[in-house]
């Protein structure tokens, strides 16, 4: 430990200005302060002690709350793939895990290549540190993409989304839209037919270097997820186990979106450590449970409330989209309506919008927007009442 | 029955090395007395004595140069041994050496309070809000505050000083209540009946963690400042300066301040005299060998110095920690860390109890980021203000609407507590001080 610090201590001022590597600075600062404790102390004029908290502890809480959900992710694309190739007997479950972190560990390697490539150019053009808000970015866009997504597409959207989406508004903290949602959103509109297809996106066909099976049958790779099904159908012709199914995540989905165990995991630990703020998580499960409810009362669908929070992206966008602080509502109060309304819309288009099946990206991306509009309310209440005071005297 | 004020909002830091109540035995003789015109905030200062010229306690060094009747004022008798200037001929510093014969100038107590103020050098104390600078004596201010405790971490405890000190205390409220209407506030811990039952003012007890002793925090809560009103502030101890002055009609600007910190040896109390050299008040008590930060006043406000420095005009403390440079800590973002206190759960450190005293340096533990998370500052910031989006109105200089969301309510030290929790690491009490002097300048 020791001999590394010395280490760092002694190639450290070849990065510094006018050193020959100048040019990987950001790079290696950002490697030394992921080692260490960054060792600068407080300048004069300010608070002499800090936390011990920075952003780097609460994005590792981030990306820890979103292991469960990953890790099971990869289980589910084994089991279904191992589902549509009729091999259900012979796959282990160490197997089928094993095929879906081959399936999966591409997509991340290509999202933090490129996303993180980005990052540190522009860290090093504006001499600034490195952000570690991408490391979670960065694993989220796998999640919420169907396994089948080829590379390329997946640097495509990364690349603009973390150039529009985040860096030309001055980098983490200063977006408006969730950069992993609009890197969905890019696919899901420039490439419709690899994001739902004619619904043959959700399971992996190929098997991978030995690890799972090839399905022959195209037929069985055409498995909808509960939700386009009973957007096209109705619930009607869906057997009860569904329900049971998407609790534990054995349903077709986005890699990341399907067990709602494992992403009530993710949720505790975000939840207990402050991370996200359970004012925005609860509104955004109410409010999709009152929609749901009324939707169901008036006849516009069958489908019961319980299960909008069940199936599809709705719990993950809730957990872990929703909550992110930077793009959502930043007063308190505002942290409930920006909940509730985000699974108002999100149901909303469920319902009444016949193209689209899922809600839950465009409704967290549309409440992005109105995030400030919240906001601006509830600040204005104060302004308002100081202005009051001022003329009463 | 004083109103009781409850405040939810708020951190207490429970740091090692909190100073034990007793008054220390005499320190060490100081050789040298400074007073730094950079303490009395905002002020533009005008030397009026030259080197070799011989000082009585209470004789004039320098003058407000815009109000030439705002006089500081030697704390000692002796000769003044140094006009220190620095780039563009701008008054660092004008030190004295003391002569030990304790002369002092008489002043007149019978005539107007404000002018006795003003001419034995303690109303350069006061200071004023809005811009939390040093006060203005042609203000009329429509009431004038004193808070009787300071709830940050390693702070003096102000019943300490006023043992003794009482009817001092009392008599310098009557001269501020001459002034303006006098708002004492105190905590709910305080039984001082000079405090509790303190005459020719309001008592409101606040009840609450940090920064509940913040003035700032007090007015916010009892008489908030509108636009175009001026509240004048003065220290508790510099009260009792007043009372000494009336009572005496002498300036005896001793304090008893906390010498405080986990790397101070047996932390107590010392009697000392503003702009006393440091070196005296720490003899024998640290450790020179080690990387140590020595902060003149409390370890949440006051700045680094070290023992060639002098106690700073307004500071009751002196408190010094571990300055952590050499520290190695590996692998920040995922160690469980039980040494280190945080308000965040992701830390393990709330296993250990809330009873438990932590050693903290002053690392800032982490990269300055733009403001990520919401809400950090309002859980710390006891005021009716959204802390957050008043930072980022003064971050993107927007003065109309830092004026809307109450910045000439605050001062720096207000913003202490949401700094140090800060995941984002933001210097706030930096920012909120250069809003504050750029407002300034815009309005007069």
Redesign the interface.
């Given at each position: 430990?020791?001999a590394l610090?010395n280490y760092l201590d002694k190639i450290k001022p070849n990065f510094e200005e006018g050193g020959k590597l100048h040019a990987f600075q950001s790079l290696f600062d950002g490697l030394e302060?992921?080692?260490?404790?960054?060792?600068?102390?407080?300048?004069?004029?300010?608070?002499?002690?800090?936390?011990?908290?920075?952003?780097?502890?609460?994005?590792?809480?981030v990306i820890i709350a979103l292991m469960p959900a990953l890790l099971f992710g990869m289980y589910n694309i084994g089991y279904q793939n191992a589902l549509a190739a009729g091999t259900l007997g012979e796959a282990t479950l160490l197997g089928m895990w094993w095929f879906g972190f081959l399936a999966v560990l591409p997509k991340i390697v290509v999202s933090y290549a490129v996303g993180l490539g980005i990052e540190f150019t522009v860290a090093q053009w504006k001499h600034e540190?490195i952000?570690e808000?991408f490391l979670a970015t960065g694993i989220l866009i796998p999640m919420i993409v169907p396994v089948t997504t080829p590379l390329w597409m997946l640097a495509v959207a990364v690349a603009a989304s973390v150039i529009l989406a985040k860096e030309i508004f001055?980098?983490?903290?200063?977006n408006i839209f969730n950069p992993a949602l609009v890197a969905r959103a890019i696919l899901f509109f420039s490439y419709p037919s690899a994001m739902t297809g004619d619904n043959t996106v959700w399971v992996a066909g190929k098997s991978i270097l030995g690890a799972g099976f090839d399905v022959t049958s195209a037929d069985a790779l055409s498995g909808a997820t509960p939700l386009g099904m009973a957007a096209q159908e109705g619930f009607a012709g869906y057997d009860q186990t569904t329900i049971c199914n998407a609790i534990s995540g054995l349903i077709p989905g986005s890699v990341g979106e399907t067990s709602l165990i494992a992403i009530a995991l993710g949720a505790a630990l975000l939840l207990?450590?402050?991370?996200a703020?359970w004012k925005t998580m609860l509104s955004v499960f109410v409010g999709g449970a009152a929609t749901g409810w009324l939707m169901q009362a008036v006849g516009l669908t069958s489908i019961q409330w319980y299960e909008h929070l069940v199936l599809g992206g709705f719990a993950f966008g809730a957990v872990f989209m929703a909550t992110d602080?930077?793009t959502?509502?930043?007063?308190?109060g505002g942290?409930y309506i920006y909940g509730l309304l985000i699974g108002f819309v999100a149901v909303m288009v469920r319902v009444m919008n016949p193209g689209f099946p899922e809600g839950m990206m465009l409704a967290i991306l549309f409440m992005n927007v109105f995030a400030p509009l919240i906001?601006y309310c509830f600040?204005q209440r104060?302004?308002s009442?100081?202005?009051k005071?001022?003329v009463q005297? | 029955m004083a109103k009781v004020i409850k405040l939810r909002k708020g951190l207490d830091v429970r740091l090692k090395g909190k100073a034990v109540p007793e008054v220390a035995a005499a320190v060490k003789a100081a050789d040298e007395f400074v007073l730094v015109p950079d303490d009395f905030v905002g002020l533009k200062p005008r030397v009026v004595v030259k080197e070799g010229d011989s000082v009585r306690a209470g004789d004039a060094l320098f003058v407000d140069k815009l109000h030439p009747e705002v006089k500081f004022v030697s704390p000692v008798s002796g000769t003044v041994s140094l006009v220190e200037r620095g780039e563009r001929r701008k008054l660092l510093s004008v030190r004295v050496k003391p002569d030990g014969s304790g002369a002092a100038r008489e002043f007149d107590t019978k005539g107007d309070v404000k002018a006795l103020l003003l001419e034995s050098g303690l109303f350069g104390f006061f200071r004023s809000r809005p811009y939390d600078v040093t006060a203005n004596p042609e203000d009329k201010p429509k009431a004038i505050f004193v808070s009787a405790f300071n709830s940050m971490p390693l702070a003096q405890d102000f019943e300490v000083a006023l043992k003794g000190q009482e009817t001092e205390f009392q008599a310098g409220i009557d001269a501020l209540a001459q002034l303006a209407p006098v708002y004492l506030g105190i905590s709910a811990q305080q039984t001082s009946s000079a405090l509790t039952v303190a005459k020719q003012c309001e008592v409101n007890v606040f009840d609450g963690p940090a920064p509940a002793g913040n003035v700032g925090v007090q007015i916010n809560h009892v008489w908030p400042i509108n636009k175009g009103e001026v509240v004048w502030t003065l220290g508790a101890e510099e009260v009792i300066f007043v009372g000494r002055l009336m009572k005496t009609g002498r300036v005896n600007l001793e304090r008893t301040i906390a010498v405080a910190g986990s790397e101070v040896k047996k932390p107590c109390y010392v009697k000392a005299f503003v702009g006393q050299k440091i070196d005296s008040l720490l003899e024998g008590q640290i450790d020179t060998e080690k990387h140590l930060r020595i902060i003149n006043g409390n370890v949440m406000t006051g700045l680094k110095t070290s023992t060639d420095g002098f106690l700073a005009a307004h500071a009751t403390e002196i408190n010094v920690i571990p300055e952590g440079d050499d520290n190695a800590e590996m692998l920040g973002w995922i160690m469980p860390r039980f040494n280190e206190f945080s308000t965040s759960r992701s830390y393990f450190s709330w296993l250990l109890g809330k009873k438990r005293e932590y050693v903290l340096d002053a690392r800032v533990k982490g990269g300055e980021r733009h403001m990520i998370m919401s809400g950090e500052y309002d859980k710390v910031f006891p005021m009716d203000i959204y802390a957050g989006f008043l930072v980022k109105a003064i971050i993107a200089g927007d003065i109309d609407r830092q004026e809307q969301l109450g910045i000439y309510e605050v001062a720096p030290e207000d913003f202490a507590i949401a700094e140090f929790v800060d995941s984002s690491k933001l210097e706030l009490q930096r920012i909120v001080r250069e809003g504050l002097d750029i407002l300034r300048k815009e309005n007069e």
């Open positions: 430990m020791k610090r302060t992921f080692a260490f404790v960054p060792r600068t102390t407080s300048r004069i004029g300010s608070v002499n002690i800090h936390d011990a908290i920075d952003s780097k502890r609460i994005i590792s809480f540190e952000q808000g001055g980098g983490t903290g200063m207990w450590t402050g991370v703020s602080p930077v959502g509502a930043r007063t308190e942290k906001d600040v104060n302004i009442r100081r202005a005071r001022a005297k | -």
